[in-house]
């Protein structure tokens, strides 16, 4: 159905910006496409440096960043998109990602299913730690329903966890 991430992102643009809207409603919320440039620069141009003072620090490209802004506070929400089954590579990478930034989430989100690996170590062992970035904040990893336009809630893990 798709043939790049790129065209997920702005289905999962709309899904998120509802998303945050409701968990956050007297924020301000907007999301971007953020793939083809660093997250520092991205802050600079939509005049949100100010509210990270490691701003400079941030040569990242996140896949759509979102910002969750008050009068005096801005948190950043991180999403990667992935066509094929999220592996240990994918998580890897935004792990690393977040653990720089610390946004206030992080979800990786694919059309597909996780990968082998990744179910086992999740499900069996109970490996929740690899996706923690930050103390009481993990990634969320997430199976896209292209048909309702979101994620599929049944999918969510670490298990237990809602959105």
């Known amino acids: 159905m798709y043939s790049s991430e790129k065209e997920l ?4 643009i709309k899904w998120l910006e509802k998303y945050l809207e409701g968990q956050y409603p007297k924020a301000e919320i907007k999301a ?8 520092s620069e991205f802050l600079r141009r939509h005049k949100l440096h100010s509210f990270f003072p490691e701003f400079e620090t ?3 490209k996140v896949d759509i960043t979102a910002s969750i802004k008050y ?3 801005c948190d950043l929400v991180f999403v990667e998109c992935k066509l094929n089954s999220i592996n240990l590579n994918d998580i890897s990478q935004l792990l690393g990602y977040s653990r720089v930034v ?3 989430h ?3 989100i694919s059309p597909n ?16 730690d690899i996706l923690e970035y930050a103390a009481g904040a993990r990634i969320r990893i997430a199976q896209w329903n ?18």
Do not use: M, W
Request: glycine residues 4%; positive net charge; hydrophobic residues 35%.
């Open 32 to 39: 971007y496409d953020t793939s083809r440039q660093d997250l």
């Open 106 to 108: 992080s979800f990786i």
């Open 71 to 73: 009068k005096d506070k």
């Open 58 to 60: 941030y040569v990242i």
């Open 146 to 163: 292209t048909i309702t336009q979101g994620i599929d809630i049944s999918t969510l893990l670490p298990l237990g966890e809602h959105l």
């Open 113 to 128: 299913t996780i990968s082998a690996p990744v179910s086992t170590l999740i499900k069996i062992f109970k490996r929740y």
């Open 9 to 12: 992102y702005p289905e999962i």
């Open 102 to 104: 610390r946004p206030r």
